[in-house]
């Protein structure tokens, strides 16, 4: 059962950080290039873990350990 949430809890984190990194609007990404600088490529790294890698662990979660 606590699997089965850590699951659910993975996908809507998922979900939600790639809805608000890829619709226009949620994020300034012009603002985010100038406050990071030569930094910025490590926002697609932090993008990356904590939006799909999440939505993706939190379904293989729900998948196999039923």
């Known amino acids: 059962m606590i699997i089965q949430i850590i ?3 993975f996908v ?4 939600v950080v790639s809805l608000g990194f890829w619709i ?3 994020i300034n990404r012009n ?3 100038k406050t990071m ?4 490529p490590m ?3 932090i993008y990356f873990t904590n939006g799909p890698f999440l939505l993706l662990l939190g379904i293989i979660i729900l998948t196999f350990f039923k």
Not at 12 to 15: H, Q
Not at 37 to 40: E, L, S
Request: net charge positive.
């Open 37 to 40: 600088g030569n930094r910025y």
């Open 31 to 33: 603002q985010l290039r």
């Open 12 to 15: 809507i984190i998922g979900t």
């Open 43 to 45: 926002i697609y790294f």
């Open 7 to 9: 699951g659910i809890i």
């Open 24 to 26: 226009p609007g949620i």
